[in-house]
């Protein structure tokens, strides 16, 4: 499995996720800067965590005008897997390859804590090593994690299955506890906690253990065997 991991100005947890898909996929990840205008030819796509060109506007917007994103986007348009996390999740939706947006945290301040999930939806290529109804831990470390869609999105989002994650103890103000949700054809996904923060047994925290490393065990799967 090749990925390629975009690198932001600002970024700061770009190598993180660089690691856990070396460790768990065992195949390439390019590091790939966001002035360029071509993805190599890879299995997935990673927009990391952090606070690309430092959140001064509203964050994500600035690096969904990156120029490497017209390509993220036609990539992910045309089904190629592909993840946000935390502020990649932001950049997602500034793309409009998912609905919705993220605001500031509902108390206004930065949290930073291993939080509880439910796995919503265990049917997709990011979730097939979890269980539907699964409660997991996973860290959130964000000041603009609120996520907001007005009531016939976040119906059709329920409807349709596309809720990947929800909060059990909401950290933030999301509606409806939503944590992570995918596109219509399920090949994308944002999530605001970071997965690769929780792979292996020295990052547990709190008793989180290794909850983070099926999200990426269930890409290696669906991918493989595709």
Not at 79 to 107: I, K
């Amino acid at each position: 499995m090749r990925s390629a991991v975009i690198v932001f100005p600002g970024s700061n947890c770009d190598r993180d996720i660089a690691v856990a898909l070396q460790q768990i996929t065992g195949g390439p990840v390019h590091m790939v800067w966001h002035k360029e205008t071509h993805l190599p030819d890879v299995d997935f796509i990673a927009l990391p965590g952090g606070f690309s060109y430092g959140d001064y506007l509203r964050s994500g917007a600035m690096a969904a005008r990156s120029p490497i994103m017209r390509e993220v986007v036609s990539r992910a348009s045309d089904g190629g897997p592909t993840l946000g996390v935390c502020n990649g999740f932001q950049v997602l939706t500034e793309t409009g390859l998912l609905p919705g947006a993220l605001m500031r945290n509902a108390d206004l301040h930065f949290v930073c804590r291993d939080v509880g999930l439910r796995v919503e939806n265990a049917d997709s290529i990011f979730t097939n090593a979890y269980k539907a109804g699964q409660e997991i831990t996973i860290p959130v470390a964000h000041h603009d994690g609120n996520y907001f869609a007005d009531s016939e999105t976040l119906d059709r989002l329920e409807g349709e299955g596309r809720v990947a994650f929800r909060y059990l103890d909401n950290p933030n103000g999301s509606a409806r506890d939503i944590a992570g949700i995918l596109n219509t054809k399920g090949n994308v996904l944002g999530m605001m906690p970071h997965p690769e923060r929780l792979i292996e047994p020295a990052q547990s925290g709190f008793g989180g253990g290794t909850d983070g490393r099926r999200l990426f065990e269930s890409l290696l799967n669906a991918l493989v065997t595709a």
